[in-house]
């Protein structure tokens, strides 16, 4: 290993060790989506669920496409007819505990632009219609694989 190497992951195991030391103030977040591959209308791909997990606790809270259109009555195979409307609630109830939830920070894996990332769960709530009232600070964004 290289002395940048070695320096990089010194640096990347202090933040690591911060976010522990600071537990109950960072939640694990992962998403998924719809096909980045499979895309030929130049659409961005929808958000289907988020996951958001204590860091001290383990406690998760979820939000998914699934969950809102069983709260709304709407059995699986009419999803489809409703996406728009059930991933605009999804991304409602997502961003309404994200500014519940404000000076939190947010260790990640990989999400980092308008391709994937938390630019692009916030474009496809403005996509929807939707205007997030709070948007997580990048000082408060943590990559797992790269020292800040």
């Known amino acids: 290993m290289s002395a940048p190497d070695s320096q990089k992951q010194k640096s990347s195991r202090s933040v690591i060790d911060r976010l522990f030391e600071d537990a109950a103030n960072v939640w694990v977040t992962h998403y998924s989506c719809e096909s980045f591959y499979d895309r030929t209308d130049g659409r961005s791909p929808r958000i289907t669920s988020i996951a958001v997990r204590k860091l001290d606790s383990g406690q998760t809270v979820s939000f998914s496409i699934h969950q809102v259109a069983e709260l709304d009555g709407i059995d699986l195979a009419g999803i489809t007819a409703h996406y728009d409307a059930l991933e605009r609630k ?59």
């Open 90 to 148: 999804m991304l409602d109830a997502f961003f309404a505990h994200v500014g519940g939830h404000k000076g939190m920070k947010y260790l990640h894996w990989n999400m980092r632009d308008i391709n994937y990332g938390f630019a692009a769960i916030e474009h496809r709530y403005r996509v929807l219609g939707g205007n997030p009232a709070f948007v997580i600070p990048d000082e408060n964004k943590f990559d797992r694989i790269r020292p800040v």
